[in-house]
């Protein structure tokens, strides 16, 4: 049985002296947790339809965890060397992402191209939009989540995002590049307000409406708890377990109330702020009981994984595949792991391997697929 340790705020020195925050794993499982759910099949109506329907915005905690580490990593990285090396930090983004990204697409390629799973549009959607799922820039089309390969919208404005962020991190000041951002979500907030769905469909505006605020608002806290002056005052208010509690209480409660409207919502632009205050609280502390424990941090670590390969568990069972049927994977699970075995250095190709195989998926698909046929 697992033994949670009483837990502290960190003080300013251990927070700078900390490179990795056990807790953010424990809140990207939650994350992982509520993706998952949105993709499954619909439930009856009720509060679990509606925290179904919300799910989708654990993208946007992701989202948010994703702003603060690489902000910290990019401001820690200029105090120590003077300096923010671009080549470095996109080496690592890289390593990190592109592989079993680029393994992903080519993978779902092959399921569409070679078996008879998807529908001639889907084929032709998948043909049209590859130079964009390619290239990172799928969330600029017309209808980005269409085709086999929706989910690339987002790793798409997140990549997008990073580049940017980090060329400019390089060449242009601390302080311009926090005005920035902080115009950045303003603009965002106020145009997507008024500009709303219908003018969307112009390429100019999917471009410059691309950047997705729950990055912004992690990017601010980076900043903000970057400077000893910040963190003193944000660990003030957000610092106490009870105050953790009752956010992450408040969040689930709402979104059990319904379904939030998709676009520039009150309630959306206040959950993000609410989700910064999850990461904020996080992270200055020691450690978080649940978010720390094992099997939360073991989720976390491969939630990227999951949420490319819960692409096949959506297929087999929005297709109707036979209970029991394998998902179409390339590579026997034995082969694969002697590969990580020599690679194990390379984390990715560990998290590939526990991801892309989870027996959890295989009893799940099989049992979802026996309920959709009754």
């Given at each position: 049985?697992?033994?949670f340790?009483?837990?502290r705020?960190?003080?300013?020195?251990?927070?700078?002296?900390?490179g990795?925050f056990a807790?953010?794993?424990g809140l990207r499982a939650?994350?992982?947790?509520?993706?998952?759910l949105h993709?499954l099949p619909?439930?009856?109506?009720?509060?679990?339809?509606?925290l179904?329907?919300?799910?989708r915005y654990g993208v946007?905690?992701f989202?948010?965890?994703?702003?603060?580490?690489?902000?910290?990593?990019?401001?820690?990285?200029?105090?120590?060397f003077g300096?923010?090396?671009?080549?470095r930090?996109?080496?690592?983004r890289?390593l990190r992402?592109?592989?079993?990204?680029?393994?992903?697409?080519?993978?779902v390629?092959?399921v569409?191209?070679?078996t008879?799973?998807?529908?001639?549009?889907s084929v032709?959607?998948?043909?049209k939009n590859?130079?964009?799922?390619?290239?990172?820039?799928?969330n600029?089309l017309?209808?980005?989540?269409?085709g086999?390969?929706?989910?690339?919208?987002?790793l798409?404005?997140e990549?997008?995002?990073?580049?940017v962020f980090g060329l400019l991190?390089?060449?242009v000041?601390r302080?311009?590049?926090?005005?920035?951002?902080?115009?950045?979500l303003l603009?965002?907030?106020?145009?997507?307000?008024?500009?709303?769905?219908a003018e969307?469909g112009?390429?100019i505006?999917?471009?410059?409406?691309?950047c997705q605020?729950?990055?912004?608002?992690?990017?601010?806290l980076?900043?903000?708890?970057?400077?000893r002056?910040?963190?003193?005052?944000?660990t003030r208010?957000?610092?106490?377990l009870p105050?953790?509690?009752l956010v992450?209480?408040?969040c689930l409660?709402?979104?059990?109330?319904?379904p939030?409207?998709p676009?520039a919502?009150?309630?959306?632009?206040?959950?993000?702020p609410?989700f910064?205050?999850l990461?904020?609280s996080t992270v200055t502390r020691?450690?978080?009981p649940?978010?720390?424990s094992?099997?939360?941090?073991?989720?976390g670590k491969i939630?990227?994984?999951?949420?490319?390969i819960?692409w096949f568990?959506i297929?087999?069972?929005?297709r109707g595949?036979?209970?029991?049927?394998?998902?179409?994977?390339?590579?026997r699970?034995?082969?694969?792991?002697?590969?990580?075995?020599?690679h194990?250095?390379?984390?990715?190709?560990?998290?590939?391997d526990h991801?892309?195989?989870?027996?959890?998926?295989?009893?799940?698909g099989?049992?979802a697929n026996?309920?959709?046929?009754?």
């Amino acid at each position: 049985m697992e033994r949670f340790e009483v837990t502290r705020v960190h003080t300013y020195e251990e927070f700078k002296a900390t490179g990795r925050f056990a807790g953010l794993d424990g809140l990207r499982a939650f994350s992982i947790g509520l993706v998952l759910l949105h993709h499954l099949p619909r439930l009856p109506d009720g509060i679990l339809r509606s925290l179904q329907e919300n799910g989708r915005y654990g993208v946007s905690l992701f989202f948010v965890i994703s702003g603060f580490l690489i902000s910290s990593l990019l401001l820690r990285e200029r105090e120590k060397f003077g300096k923010v090396s671009f080549k470095r930090f996109f080496a690592r983004r890289a390593l990190r992402l592109f592989p079993l990204y680029c393994g992903m697409l080519g993978l779902v390629m092959a399921v569409v191209y070679l078996t008879p799973i998807f529908t001639p549009e889907s084929v032709a959607i998948m043909k049209k939009n590859l130079p964009a799922y390619l290239l990172y820039f799928s969330n600029w089309l017309p209808n980005p989540t269409e085709g086999p390969f929706f989910f690339s919208r987002s790793l798409a404005a997140e990549e997008q995002f990073y580049t940017v962020f980090g060329l400019l991190m390089v060449v242009v000041s601390r302080g311009a590049v926090l005005r920035g951002v902080g115009l950045l979500l303003l603009f965002k907030g106020i145009a997507t307000v008024i500009i709303g769905g219908a003018e969307r469909g112009q390429v100019i505006w999917r471009i410059l409406l691309s950047c997705q605020e729950p990055i912004l608002w992690g990017v601010l806290l980076g900043f903000a708890l970057n400077s000893r002056s910040g963190y003193e005052r944000i660990t003030r208010f957000a610092g106490s377990l009870p105050a953790i509690a009752l956010v992450l209480t408040l969040c689930l409660a709402w979104m059990f109330t319904g379904p939030f409207r998709p676009i520039a919502a009150a309630e959306e632009q206040l959950l993000f702020p609410a989700f910064t205050f999850l990461v904020v609280s996080t992270v200055t502390r020691t450690a978080i009981p649940i978010l720390d424990s094992r099997f939360c941090c073991h989720v976390g670590k491969i939630s990227y994984g999951m949420y490319l390969i819960h692409w096949f568990v959506i297929v087999a069972l929005q297709r109707g595949l036979p209970a029991g049927t394998p998902l179409p994977l390339p590579l026997r699970r034995r082969r694969f792991r002697h590969v990580c075995d020599r690679h194990r250095d390379l984390g990715l190709l560990r998290t590939a391997d526990h991801c892309l195989w989870p027996k959890t998926f295989w009893r799940y698909g099989s049992q979802a697929n026996q309920a959709c046929s009754n």
